[in-house]
C-alpha cells in the first residue's frame, strides 16, 4: 500500500530488517511491543487496521484522505455547523 521495503520499514521504526523478514515468513513471533511500533508507525502514514467482527474478517486499507478544504469546511473554507455524516459503510 505505501510501496515501502523491508529496509524503509526498518528505518522508520528502528526494527533489524531481518527481524521484519523473519515475522513476514512466519519464522519467528516477534514481541508485541515491536507489532505495535510498526502498527503506530504505518498508521501515521495513513495505513488503517480494521478488527475482525462478527460480519466482517480482520484487514487493512488506506484512510479515506481528508478534502483538501478540511472536514467540516465549505468551499470557501468557512466552518460547517457540523461535521459530514460519516459513510454509511464505514464502521
Do not use: H, N
Not at 467482527?53 to 487493512?60: D, I, K, Q, Y
Amino acid at each position: 500500500m505505501l510501496g515501502w521495503s523491508r529496509r524503509v520499514l526498518a528505518e522508520r521504526t528502528g526494527s533489524p530488517e531481518i527481524t521484519i523478514k523473519l515475522f513476514e515468513l512466519g519464522k519467528s513471533d516477534s514481541r508485541q511491543t515491536t507489532v505495535f511500533r510498526w502498527q503506530r508507525v504505518l498508521e501515521q502514514e495513513g495505513i488503517e487496521f480494521i478488527s475482525e467482527t462478527e460480519f466482517r474478517g480482520a484487514g487493512v486499507r488506506m484512510r479515506q484522505p481528508r478534502s483538501r478544504m478540511g472536514v467540516g469546511k465549505t468551499e470557501r473554507g468557512k466552518p460547517t455547523k457540523k461535521p459530514p455524516p460519516p459513510d454509511l459503510f464505514d464502521c
